[in-house]
């Protein structure tokens, strides 16, 4: 094994008292303060409860050879490669001789340990769906930003890429699991998860790589990412007064998170991945009608009748909402530390809906509530999230591309993730 994936020591005095240091910066960057009954301990655990008990019952999907094979024939599912396909882009050269100082100078091979937080979205929820329930299972190994099942060649995801990198990448999750077993992994997003919850599961994020004896917190790299916003936007702002307020809350919890990793985890970058715009549910045609329904239960901000008049409005605040993360990243305070960066990747931005030739939506790319994505959804994410961390910052993609119909790939000229001090 060489030196630079050698498992390192654990100092056990050196985790510790980072553990008890990290609850008290926990503390001070909590983020907003309870809204409702239904944000208390009590409720989260017992709705934790639940889902354990819906995990159980309903079973995995990810891993079902008939579940895979329906969803192929809805053409759900990317298209296949033969084991020997080579990957798109030449890795030689694309791993640092030295471990680099820098973020600036980080390559896709350098990064050693990946890591998300977020909401269903990131779970990876519906990905391998054949009915309703099925939707509720996190296919966690599948999910875009942070699985690692099998290979790109069946599962197109950013760590299935890095393995071509570094195969002895880690943190990404191999199966369904829920975000509180261990299996998850760093994988700490949860279902249901909103900006008051980011907080919470950066602190988690934190602690499992602190205790986890295969991350050297010091020396490895660490990539993570962070998607956020869709629930808030859907079930949360329109029962604000007034719903502007749900900018004021989230800045408290982005600047919470992001200050948590930059003290906490050396070498470290971070992804915010714009928030997506969820009028585009409003835009969708030949929706079945199954996902009418579920379309208001899941997303009444916009969906339902009664809040119809305020849709403009609520628009005008998701665009705020993402020139806010912006200017977050762009703050001196998260590029004071020539290991730490944090960069916004925009793909989600103004994304647009795939089509069919008579003008209906694609739903081959969403799962079977029309809301989350497919395995094939989930693939052109990753393909979009992988372009927009080889495009310089100011200059990057807002929308996305048939997966597979181009990768950005480092050169020898250019062979870092673009952050903004090498952009």
Known sequence: ???????????????????????????????????????????????????????N????????ANKFKTNYRQGKVQPQFPADAPFFCNTTGMRSPTVPTSVDALRPGDIDVVGAIGDSLTAGNGAMATNLLEVFVENKGLSWSIGGQGTWRQFLTVPNIL???????????????????????????????????????AKNLVKRMLSDPKVDIQNHWKLITLLIGGNDFCSNMCYLNPPEKALKYHE???????????EYLPRTLVNIVASP??????QFRGKPQ????????????????????????????????????????????????????????????DLSFPKKPNGDTDFSYMSYDCFH????????????????????VGRKAHDWEQEFSRFICPTPEMPYIRTRGNS
Request: hydrophobic residues 40%; contains cysteine.
């Open 277 to 282: 715009n969820v009028d585009i549910l409003t």
């Open 163 to 201: 393995k071509e990198y570094n195969p002895a990448l880690y943190g990404y999750p191999i199966m369904d699991t829920l975000s509180t077993r261990k299996a998850s992994r760093f994988n700490a997003a949860e279902a249901g998860g909103m900006s008051q919850d980011i907080p919470t599961m």
């Open 57 to 64: 019952f309903i079973g995995t999907t990810g891993d079902n």
């Open 252 to 262: 408290q919890n982005l600047l919470a998170v992001l200050r948590i990793f930059r």
């Open 290 to 349: 199954e996902c009418v329904t579920l379309h208001v239960l899941e997303c009444p901000c916009f969906m339902a009748t009664r809040f119809a008049s305020q849709r403009q409005r609520y628009i005008k605040i998701i665009e705020r909402w993402n020139r806010l993360q912006e200017d977050i990243a762009n703050r001196t305070e998260f590029h004071s530390k020539p290991d730490f960066s944090v960069v916004v990747q925009p793909f989600i931005s």
């Open 1 to 55: 094994m060489s030196q630079r994936f050698r498992v390192f020591p654990t100092n056990t005095m050196f985790r510790s008292t980072t553990l008890v240091l990290l609850t008290a910066v926990v503390q001070h960057c909590s983020g907003q303060a309870q809204i409702t009954a239904l944000d208390s301990p009590l409720f989260v655990a017992q709705f934790r409860n639940f889902r354990n008990l819906a995990f």
């Open 373 to 392: 994505l497919s395995q094939k959804g989930y693939a052109r994410s990753a393909n979009a999230l992988w372009n927009n961390m080889f495009e310089p």
